[in-house]
């Protein structure tokens, strides 16, 4: 006996992202919980059109990837403000083989 068609749910689109990021950067949104529960909501309240499964996925996924953003903003700010006083760094990398 044949299954029945699922219906795919759309890709993640540009406009999802920068929906997800408006709500972020306007406090409506908090990016640090990724409990079911809060995903859920956010998705209910904001994303009704997508499915609860994909949506927990994309969320963590984007959650994951707007704290490294943040973080890497954050350094560049930080190495900025070092250079303009006049300091300079070195990163040096050392790898071992024994």
């Known amino acids: 006996m ?3 068609a699922q219906p795919k749910s759309a890709s993640w689109g540009k406009q999802d992202k920068a929906s997800l990021h408006t709500l972020i950067v306007e406090g ?8 079911f529960a809060n995903i ?3 998705q209910a309240r904001f994303f009704p059109h997508r499915t609860v499964r994909n949506f927990r996925r994309n969320f ?3 959650s994951s990837a707007f704290n490294l953003d943040t973080e890497l903003d954050g350094a560049r700010v930080r190495a900025a403000q070092y250079h303009e006083e006049g300091k300079t ?3 040096f990398l050392s790898i071992l083989f024994h």
């Open 2 to 4: 044949p299954r029945a």
């Open 28 to 35: 409506k949104v908090d990016i640090e919980d990724t409990s």
């Open 40 to 42: 859920d909501s956010v």
């Open 60 to 62: 963590k996924d984007f």
């Open 89 to 91: 760094s070195v990163c």
